[in-house]
């Protein structure tokens, strides 16, 4: 597929037939993370790849109800900031590790589309569930849980975005 088709393609599962995820491709998916640009090359993240059945349904437990029957979820931690990340952050007024884990986020779902693995990227789950089934610090922030699966109906939807001259504008 090419990129335009993966980005044509990409949307999120709310449906998962509950099958796993096989490990070659969540390695390759989880590449896709690790290998994203981010501010200074900070690489502000760590990827918890959640794959044993009891870890599984605890967060599960923490995340809204359709994502239980995912079969493997990636958990999105932010990782404390290098000297020169801190110092761009102050210099620019920006937040850029919250930057760079959305394109690590959206070069993971896109390399999922790629393999035919279903996703949901999902900012709403009850962080201390999770920090807690994964024994993290409570100053580790959990910023996003990819959800990862086989969609009962892969069937494209039509994507609802603002208009072209909303969004865009050639200057
Ligand atoms: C940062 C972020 C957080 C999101 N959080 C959730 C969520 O908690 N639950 C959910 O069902 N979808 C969540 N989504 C998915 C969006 O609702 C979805 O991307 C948007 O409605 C566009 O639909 P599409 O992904 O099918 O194209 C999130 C997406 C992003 C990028």
Not at 32 to 50: D, E, I, K, M, T
Request: hydrophobic share 45%.
């Amino acid at each position: 597929m090419t990129v335009d088709q993966l980005v044509k393609n990409r949307q999120s599962c709310r449906k998962f037939t509950g099958e796993p995820v096989a490990s070659k491709s969540l390695n390759t998916i989880l590449e896709g993370g690790r290998l994203a640009p981010s501010a200074v090359n900070g690489q502000p993240w760590h990827f918890y790849a959640v794959t044993s059945p009891t870890l599984q349904a605890k967060v599960a437990d923490a995340l809204q109800s359709f994502a239980s029957l995912a079969g493997a979820y990636i958990v999105v931690v932010e990782t404390a900031p290098t000297l020169p990340v801190k110092a761009a952050n102050r210099l620019k007024g920006h937040q850029f590790p919250q930057m760079d884990i959305g394109i690590a986020t959206a070069q993971m779902v896109l390399q999922a589309e790629a393999l035919g693995i279903a996703q949901c990227i999902l900012g709403w789950f009850n962080e201390r569930k999770i920090r807690v089934a994964l024994g993290l610090k409570k100053k580790q922030r959990i910023r996003l849980v990819i959800a990862l699966g086989h969609a009962k109906n892969p069937e494209v939807r039509p994507k609802k975005r603002k208009a072209v001259e909303a969004v865009i504008t050639y200057v």
